[in-house]
């Protein structure tokens, strides 16, 4: 919904269940570039992904050579206490 002003926008970007490892491990392969996620969402309440999850991402992207990227537009800059989450 706040993409729609953006357009065109690229192609070929799946977006995941948070905090879901079965459906991230069955989304990332080795046609996987990149992985964007949020370390704390910030939309609707305060959401912390599970270290777990973080973990698990950083293990596929790892294994599959895509880079991980935490998005910490919410997060950064101190806004919970520490400089990133």
Request: proline residues 7%; hydrophobic residues 40%; glycine residues 8%.
């Amino acid at each position: 919904k706040y993409s729609s002003d953006y357009a065109p926008l690229p192609q070929g970007i799946t977006h995941l269940p948070y905090n879901d490892i079965e459906a991230v491990t069955a989304a990332i392969s080795s046609r996987t570039c990149a992985v964007i996620v949020e370390p704390i969402i910030g939309e609707g309440g305060v959401i912390p992904a599970d270290p777990a999850f973080l973990q698990a991402l950083r293990t596929l992207c790892n294994r599959h050579h895509a880079t991980l990227i935490f998005d910490e537009v919410q997060t950064g800059a101190g806004r919970t206490g520490h400089l990133y989450a």
